[in-house]
């Protein structure tokens, strides 16, 4: 055998004088050729990636060509398998082909004929060669991705256990402090000591929205029919100790049935809807309107509201984790919600955007595909 100067074929062919003819002829087209009259003693040479092509003949006393191409792809899937015939019945290029081969050629060969069907067959190959490659790097990153999400358990299981416990001793000897002593301290040290009160909540709902925004990417998901327009009302009624002492004008559209996870899809509507009422805060009345709209190829819901709204220059920003846009003196909130809403959306298949001018309200848009 030679040195490797263009690519591997195999030629197996119990007729001595064509199989070396055959060899001899595709070399000086630029191929690497090895020849075997036995069958058998072929197949003991196929090992992964030794040969590009496989040509056979396919009557041959020991071994047919379509048991030996089936043998070898067992030894090497990615190997590409051509047989060669005298007899050009459509039967035997369908069997060929049914055994895994690529092609087929007649005898006698005419080397116009030959060529380009080797030219095809090395495509084929270099596909097959590709998408393997391509299936190794879906499993391995699978495998990191695995373990990425182990990596974030354990890291939720630190943030619920280990940063808890320290905030809750720093909570419960803080009001245990404004209990002894606050009377006696003076109007600064009160102020100090609320002010760690008032740290300690923040921190708890920054956690607790950290917490729900991993679980938002990794939780389950089941998908069965769901009615909007219950989850709205049920979501009103929770947040009524939220609009307590607020004049808010509720206009609800109908809205349909969707399909989605129906938890995630509550978790997506409160967010918006408590947004709607906390942005709303100075305007009275506060006006927020709930609806749908069908379009070719899904549904999109909106909630909108009359609030201080937002510069439309930050539009890209605003779906991002921690991302504010007010100060946490005018309005309360860690910045995780609309990122949960843009992951729990995205895990549907849809869309989210908003629109708003300063001090004109905003409407936040989300779409689920029919």
Known sequence: MTEATGPRILIVDDEAAQMKALCVTLRDSGYETTGFESARAALDQIEAGRFDLLLSDLMMPEMDGITLLQSALRKDPGLVGIIMTGEGTITTAVSAMKSGALDYILKPFKLSVIL?????????????LENARLERQVRDRTVELEATNKELEAFSYSVSHDLRAPLRHIDGFAELLDRMAGPSLNEQSRKHLQRILDSVKQMNALIEDLLNLSR???????????????????????????MEGRNIVWKKNPLPRVMGDPALLKLVL?????????????????????????????????????????????????????????????????????????????????????????????????????
């Open 116 to 128: 380009p069907v080797l030219e095809r067959a090395l495509a084929v190959r270099r596909l097959r």
């Open 270 to 370: 409160s967010n918006l809807l408590m947004n709607a009422i906390k942005y709303s805060r100075p305007r009275n009345p506060a006006e927020i309107e709930i609806g749908g709209k069908e379009e070719t190829q899904e549904m999109v819901i909106f909630v909108r509201d009359n609030g201080v709204g937002f510069d439309m220059q930050f539009a890209d920003k605003l779906f991002g984790a921690f991302q504010r846009f007010h100060s946490k003196d005018e309005f309360e909130g860690t910045g995780i919600g609309l990122a949960n809403v843009r992951r729990i959306i995205a895990r549907h298949g849809g869309r989210t955007w908003a629109q708003s001018k300063v001090n004109e309200g905003a409407t936040f848009y989300f779409s689920l595909p029919h």
């Open 216 to 242: 938002t990417s990794r939780a389950e998901m089941h998908r069965t029919s769901v009615d909007l327009q219950e989850i709205v009302d049920v979501i009103i009624r929770e947040l009524g100790p939220e």
